[in-house]
C-alpha cells in the first residue's frame, strides 16, 4: 500500500484521544464515576486492534521460532517472588510533594519548584511502585500479596516446568503476553503511561558465554518486527540506557522517535538480565534452577536476554503514526493486519430491497473470513470517510450494475483507487491484498 508521511503534528495526540473515544477504540476507565488515572478501557475497535495485534506478535514469536513457547500466568504469585526478584527494596520511584498545594510529582520529571502552583516541593521521598493487594477472608488473617509489577517473573518460575514438559534445549525461549500493575507517581500521556497496562516478553535462555551474540541478534530481530509494522518505520529508533533498572547489565529501548508527547517515547527494552533473575529465585526458594545439559553433562544458571514491550504503548504509537489528515478526509494509514476490520460491505441505496439482499449475501459470505463492517447510513462519501477513519483497508460497494454484471466496486483506503471485482473472487482478492 501508498505510504504518506503525516505531516501536522500539532495537537496530534488530542486529535488521537478524540478519535479513540468517538469511534470505540478506547474509553477511559469507570468513567461514569468520573474516571479513574492511569486506567483505560478498549472498546469494540480498540479490543480488535489489539487482538490483533497481540496475534502478529504471538504468531512471529512461537511459529517463526521453533525453539520459543508460550505460556499464561497468573498476575498473583506469592509475595516472595517480588523480594527475591529485587522489586520490593529497588522498584522505587523518588517523589516530592509541593508544600503549598500538596500536587506530588516523580523527582525526575521536574525541576526546583511545583509546576502547578509554583510553590517550594519537599526532599524526594523513596516510594514503592508494586500495587499491593490482600488475600483470605478472615480479617487478622489475609495475606500481603502484590499485583505483577513485570509481567516476566512468571516466566522464571515455570522454567523448569517449561524444560520439564517440552524437548526444549539451550539456547531456548519462553514468551508470554500479560498484565502488569504499577502504581505510577504520574500516569498520563493517554496509554503511555498507565498503572495497569499489558506487556509482551520474550525471555531468551542462552549459556553464559553467548549473551552478546544473542544480545545483539533479539535487538535487532525485534526492530525488524517493528519496523514491519509500522507506517512511517523511519520513526524508530534504539536509545541505549546508562542509568541501569537493578536486574541489567545493559539495557536499549526501541523507541518511537516522532512521539508528541516529548521525551519517554520508549516502546520496548532489550534487557540484558543475566543470571540475576534464576539465581535470586534459587537463592530466595531453596531450589536449584541449574539448567543441565544431558549431553556434556555440564551443569549452570542459564543467562537470560529479555525483550519487553508494551502492548497499549504500541497500540498508541502506531494509531499516531497512522493518523493524516488529506484535503477533506481522515485516514488511519494502519498496517492492513491491524485494521480493526479488514473490509466494509455498502448497498449503494439502502432503500432498495434487491441492492441490500445481494449485499448482504456478499457481507455473510466476506464474515466467514474477514472481520466485515456493514454500512448503509447515509451518502457513499460518507461511508468511505467513516471507514477511513477508522483504517479499513477496503470497502466494497453494491450498485444497480451489479445486479446484472455480477461485479461490485472495490475502493482501497490509501490511494482511494476503485476497481471492479467479480463477486466470486472477492474473498480471495481481499485475502492476496492482506498477505
Ligand atoms: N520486564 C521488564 C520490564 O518490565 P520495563 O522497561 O519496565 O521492563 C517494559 O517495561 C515495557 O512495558 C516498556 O517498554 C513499556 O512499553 C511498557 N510499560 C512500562 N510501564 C508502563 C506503563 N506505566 N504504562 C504503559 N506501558 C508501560
Known amino acids: 500500500m501508498p505510504k504518506s508521511k503525516t505531516e501536522n503534528k500539532s495537537g ?3 486529535k488521537i484521544v478524540s478519535l479513540c473515544k468517538r469511534r470505540g477504540f ?10 479513574l488515572q492511569g486506567f483505560y478501557d478498549f472498546g469494540p475497535l480498540g479490543v480488535e486492534m489489539k ?42 520511584d523518588p517523589l516530592v510533594e509541593c ?6 510529582f516523580k523527582a525526575d520529571d521536574i525541576s526546583a519548584e511545583c509546576p502547578d502552583c509554583g510553590g517550594n516541593l519537599t526532599e524526594p521521598k523513596v516510594f ?5 493487594t490482600q488475600l483470605g477472608v478472615i480479617e487478622d488473617e489475609k495475606t500481603n500479596a502484590y499485583l505483577r509489577g513485570e509481567a516476566c517473573q512468571t516466566i522464571y518460575l515455570d522454567y523448569k516446568s517449561v524444560l520439564d514438559t517440552t524437548r526444549l534445549k539451550i539456547p531456548f525461549g519462553i514468551c508470554q503476553i500479560g498484565k502488569a500493575f504499577r502504581n505510577e507517581v504520574t500516569p498520563g500521556n493517554f496509554l503511555f503511561r498507565q498503572r495497569e497496562f499489558e506487556q509482551w516478553d520474550l525471555q531468551w535462555f542462552c549459556r553464559p558465554e553467548e549473551m552478546e551474540k544473542w544480545f545483539k541478534y533479539w535487538k535487532n530481530e525485534r526492530m525488524d518486527w517493528y519496523k514491519s509494522i509500522f507506517t512511517h518505520p523511519e520513526n ?5 540506557h546508562e542509568k541501569l533498572a537493578h536486574y541489567a547489565k545493559k539495557a536499549f529501548d526501541i523507541e518511537y522517535a516522532a512521539s508528541p508527547i516529548g521525551n519517554g517515547k520508549e516502546m520496548e527494552g532489550i534487557h540484558w538480565r543475566g543470571d540475576w533473575d534464576l539465581s535470586r529465585h534459587a537463592e530466595f526458594s531453596g ?13 549452570f544458571i542459564p543467562n537470560i536476554v529479555e525483550t519487553s514491550g508494551g502492548v497499549d504503548r504500541t497500540f498508541l504509537f502506531l494509531l499516531l503514526d497512522a493518523y493524516c489528515e488529506e484535503k477533506d478526509r481522515v485516514v488511519l494509514k494502519l498496517y492492513p493486519k491491524i485494521a480493526p476490520y479488514k473490509v466494509a460491505v455498502f448497498p449503494l441505496l439502502a432503500n432498495k430491497p434487491e441492492l441490500a439482499k445481494l449485499a448482504r449475501s456478499i457481507y455473510d459470505n466476506l464474515k466467514i ?3 466485515t463492517a456493514w454500512d448503509d447510513r447515509g451518502n457513499i462519501g460518507k461511508r468511505y470517510y467513516a471507514q477511513d477513519e477508522i483504517g479499513t483497508p477496503f470497502c466494497v460497494t453494491v450498485d444497480f450494475e451489479s445486479l446484472e454484471d455480477k461485479k461490485v466496486t472495490i475502493r482501497e483506503r490509501d490511494s482511494m483507487k476503485q476497481e471492479r471485482i467479480a463477486i466470486d473472487e472477492l474473498a480471495e482478492y481481499i485475502k492476496k491484498q492482506l498477505e
Open 99 to 104: 508544600k503549598k498545594c500538596h500536587h506530588r
Open 26 to 35: 478506547v474509553f477511559p476507565g469507570s468513567e461514569i464515576y468520573g474516571g
Open 369 to 371: 473470513n474477514f472481520i
Open 236 to 240: 524508530l529508533g534504539f536509545y541505549e
Open 287 to 299: 531450589q536449584d534452577l541449574s539448567y543441565v545439559d544431558l549431553e556434556t553433562g555440564e551443569k
Open 12 to 14: 496530534l495526540m488530542e
Open 128 to 132: 514503592n511502585i508494586l500495587v499491593p
Open 51 to 92: 487482538n490483533n495485534l497481540k496475534q502478529l506478535w504471538w504468531d512471529w514469536m512461537t511459529r517463526k521460532h521453533e525453539d520459543i513457547v508460550g505460556i499464561d500466568g497468573a498476575i498473583i504469585t506469592n509475595p516472595k517472588v517480588w523480594e527475591a526478584s529485587g522489586h520490593l527494596k529497588s522498584f522505587v
